[in-house]
């Protein structure tokens, strides 16, 4: 393998660097696993790239608990921020932890603040807006926390979608409109509440939104999904066939 390594085979590169990370034939090292995954990723090996990156994030990990290696706070924020940088946005979350607590770096809430951002926007877990959202709903600021929350609800969070009908149907400024918009969404995820309650709008003459068809129908999702209310509301809404409209007969 080292030969092939030397004559720039990146197979052979990789090779020797899980034998060095597995201890496999050669006495572990995690430096020289990092050495030739990069010079197989140099060549352009795919596999070796990903695997260095997850070696940045478990030896980050190691150094944080002090498992493994002697505990290292500086350690894991450097192979925090290799791994990170390299796309492990776990890792981006990890360090960002770090720059909250000052651990290992100069406390960093702004740094930390876009670490989360950027783990957020860049990959299909709405739970890391989800999480960066209640941060900001802790301290107070409801805007970035809509905004993460939104980020979440758009990724098929549904945590996130409901805390976005907490602001526009329970707080202080109702906005019944949006509020629906992600009850419809949650409710279609399969929630007999949010059915029930998206029901309640259009039942509800003061929401702005009254439409007895669509309180019937939502009802009837919320009894589908096993809300006994929901079929009882459903039952008691009565629906009068629409009357054609008479038609005015010519004068001959």
Do not use: W
Request: charged residues 30%; contains cysteine; aromatic residues 10%.
């Amino acid at each position: 393998a080292h030969k092939a390594c030397d004559v720039r085979n990146p197979k052979g590169c990789h090779a020797i660097g899980y034998m060095y990370e597995v201890g496999e034939g050669l006495e572990q090292s995690y430096p020289e696993a990092i050495s030739y995954y990069n010079k197989g990723c140099g060549l352009e090996m795919d596999k070796a790239c990903e695997d260095v990156l997850k070696l940045y994030a478990k030896m980050a990990h190691m150094y944080e608990s002090g498992e493994g290696f002697a505990q290292s706070y500086s350690e894991a924020a450097s192979y925090y921020d290799k791994a990170c940088e390299g796309g492990i946005y776990e890792s981006c979350q990890s360090l960002s932890n770090l720059y909250v607590k000052g651990l290992g770096v100069k406390q960093n809430l702004p740094k930390a603040q876009s670490l989360i951002e950027r783990s957020c926007t860049a990959t299909d877990n709405g739970g890391e807006c989800y999480q960066f959202a209640v941060a900001f709903l802790d301290v107070g600021d409801r805007a970035k926390a809509e905004q993460f929350f939104t980020l979440g609800c758009d990724k098929n969070h549904m945590n996130s979608c409901r805390e976005l009908v907490n602001i526009y149907a329970r707080g202080r400024q109702k906005d019944y409109f949006k509020a629906s918009t992600y009850l419809e969404k949650v409710c279609n995820s399969g929630d007999e509440n949010s059915c029930y309650e998206l029901a309640l709008i259009y039942a509800d003459k003061k929401s702005g939104m009254s439409d007895m068809e669509e309180a019937k129908r939502y009802f009837g999702k919320a009894c589908t999904f096993g809300s006994k209310d929901g079929c009882s509301a459903e039952k008691k809404i009565v629906i009068e066939p629409k009357k054609d409209a008479p038609q005015e007969h010519k004068k001959r």
